[in-house]
Each structure stands twice: as structure tokens, then as C-alpha cells.
């Protein structure tokens, strides 16, 4: 049995689940997406690719000085 906690959405352009803790980018490539495809679940990615709304601030690029 496997658990996978990541943060997925249903994409209807791919008919599939997709993992947005990638930026839009990385999900378009991964899944052969056309770049004049409209993306369905734009505004869902993440910008920095790995890192979870639940990750420590710290980590984040902007808040590094």
C-alpha cells in the first residue's frame, strides 16, 4: 500500500491528476502540454518548485537576507 500526501488537482485538459507543488511550467512539460494550451489550473502552482504552502518561511527565497 503506498500513501501520497502531495498536493494534486484533476487537470480536464490532460485527464489527470497533477501534482502542483511543481511550477506550471515543470506540469506542462511533464505531461506534453502545447504552449498555447490554456492551462485549466492556473493560479494553482507553486512558483518555486518543491516547496509546500506548509513550508517554514525561512525556506522560502524571499525571505532570505
Not at 493560479?43 to 518555486?48: A, D, Q
Amino acid at each position: 500500500m503506498s500513501i501520497f500526501d502531495g498536493p494534486i488537482a484533476r487537470c480536464e485538459a490532460v485527464h489527470e491528476m497533477v501534482l502542483t507543488d511543481e511550477t506550471q511550467v515543470e506540469c506542462a512539460r511533464e505531461h506534453d502540454c502545447p504552449a498555447d494550451r490554456r492551462c485549466p489550473l492556473q493560479g494553482w502552482f507553486t512558483e518555486t518548485s518543491g516547496l509546500g504552502e506548509t513550508e517554514p518561511a525561512a525556506l522560502l527565497p524571499h525571505a532570505l537576507h
